[in-house]
């Protein structure tokens, strides 16, 4: 009984513990406040509650200890299922997991060397020996537990058992304390970090060879004065281990496809942002993003943009595959995050975006967004505007492409073609004089009634479809063709990776998407980003990036450009490689000009169109897009009757002001004789279309 009676105190006091829950990323033991148990098991350890849900960030700020950088690996792990205890303790566990540092607990110091006589050899938990990491153990006898509780499943106690990392004399074994440490890789963490394994892997799977990966590493060493962390220890064994991963690693986990995703996400839970497996009433959604994809967005999509680029592979792939990207300084588009699912992405896109946001404003709060790309009408803007308070455009690359691919491959009249393109894009933005789509598209199937090929085309393709474009052109501003390059590149190089005819068996599963999307394909962004921030193996860059039409076009000189300001039909460009072979554009500026260019005969944005479009904003000569157009009547639209949408309403009035003040601007510039009048077909749009749609960064 009064066992009993002294043991009850300690119970409560343990459920009446506040639970701790630092604000920052990742926090170690210095981030809580810990109570020290009297009598019982724990007597004289160390305790605290905090969410079971952030143990393993609690377990990466232990690792990355300045003093005594560690690995904290399981030693021990039980598990029981609910129900099974009648009377559980207050203490009593779901989940018992023991963390030990990976410096111990056993002691080969002296054995290395030859002096010792054997007696500390085997290990105190018993566990035997532990080949390959007998170099590594020097008696740390630092190691917590974890228990997720039985009667608070939500909550995890933590007991630090021994908080220093020091043997069993209580002297320092490793880390900058340890004096016998210093100059040698027990002076650092035991292992090589995930960045650095990751830059290794990826290295390996473009292809470097071990020696070159291993000359390169010397050489970054050296740059920056010698080793200084871990990684600077980088041996061959290391790449050779990492190079056996890939050898042995294989897409089928198991011979059913939806058992290998599971396994696969079970194994590679750090890359799975997402998941929700398939039932009767919710579909398969898969969200992967590595913490390179992360980074890469906190990095440039940070007062930049992002966009989605939906639906690949509806036709080949089992499920499609969706991206979300951001733009770098090079104008490429870098693929952030992954989305597989077996139903349409926009409509379930509700289920993580908001996550995603969260996370990124977790790591940075600062972080925010210029605009949205969507490429789709039919997504779930509220939830997307909701999440990311920022602009939400509109995205007509795939429909261009998929018109101007089938216009070529149907009509053979080059001067039929431009106007049959011409004609569409009126469709697309409903801006002839009738107000009501269904005119244009009538009009248009009777004046090229002839032309049957395409019309059986689009009457089944994107007849159904055609009004939803039109109100969704209406309701959001388009954006500029710029971006459209860059989206279209990545769609080229996804396609060129994947539907490779030596793959077309492997299109039915799931896995090997997943396993061709986080391994070989990575690698290649992974791999450009690197060379391009430090100069390393630019001649191991793929050259889609460096044909990227967006890019080229920063680099043709404006004297290139021949464009009559009487005759806004068409322009020419002189070409770059051939001094003496001029292009020739139609309906310059408009996001559907069309050039005669070998790369946009093949249905793509060719930097001559991007270029032309460039001018056209800068010089204020060419008629507006009609995406500014159409988006100048929706701006009027909402100053005549306000929405309740307060970000909305501030956007419409903050460019509303902008267009006033330079129009105000221009006409003192006219009063005084600076400025030259414009024909009267552009003056009323030039500042609309420059304040409205300016160069992108």
Known sequence: MKSHESKMPRMEDILNLPVQDPPCVEFSAANLKWVKVEGGRQGGDDIALIPFARVEE???????????????RIESRRKRSEGSI??????????????????GPEDYRDSESGNGDGSNVKPATGKGSRPGRRHMMRGCLCHFTVKRLYTRPLLALIIYNQRKHVDKTGAPCHGILDRDAVGTRAMYAPRISEDLRQKVMSMLYVGI??????????????????????????????????????????????????CSVKMWVQRHHKHVFFFQDYSVSEPFILVIQTDWQLQQMLHYGNNGLMSFHSTFGSKKLKYPLSTLLVFDSSHNAIPVAWIITSSFVGQFVHKWIGLLA??????????????????NPSFDISTIRENFQCRILLCVWHVRRAWIKNLLKKCYNVEVQQ????????????????????DTIEEFMQVFVDQCAFMDYFKSQWLPHIELWVTGIRSLPVTTPEPLAAIETYHLRLKSKLFHEQNVNFWPRVDWLIHTLTTEFHSLYWLDQYSMETGYFENLRDDSFSTNAWSQALHIPDVNVMLDEQNLQLAKIISQADRTLAYTIWNPGSEFSLCDCPWSRLGNV????????????????????????????ALLSLLQNPPDDPLVLEYAIVHATRLQQDIKGLEELSNSGLLQPLPLEVNPHMALNHQLFPRLP
Request: glycine residues 4%; aromatic residues 10%.
């Open 358 to 375: 969260e996370r990124i404003r977790t790591k940075d709060p600062r972080w925010r967004l210029s605009a949205f790309l969507v490429d």
């Open 606 to 633: 060719c930097e001559h169109v991007i270029k032309l479009a460039m001018v056209c904003k800068s010089r204020q000569v060419a008629r507006p897009l009609l995406a500014a157009q159409v988006y100048r009547q």
């Open 209 to 258: 060879s071990l020696d070159n990966i291993i000359q390169h590493h010397i050489e970054v060493v050296q740059g920056h004065g010698g080793p200084h962390n871990r990684d600077d220890f980088l041996t061959r064994n290391d790449v050779r281990n990492m190079e056996r991963v890939i050898r042995n690693s294989s897409h089928e986990l198991h011979v059913d496809d939806e």
């Open 58 to 72: 609690f377990v990466k700020g232990e690792s990355s200890n300045a003093e005594c950088p560690a690995s904290f």
């Open 86 to 103: 009648s009377k559980p303790r207050v203490d009593g566990y779901l989940e018992y997991t023991l963390y030990w540092c990976s410096y």
């Open 419 to 438: 106007e049959m393109f011409k004609q569409l894009s009126w469709i697309l933005y409903s801006s002839r004089s009738s107000p009501n789509s269904v």
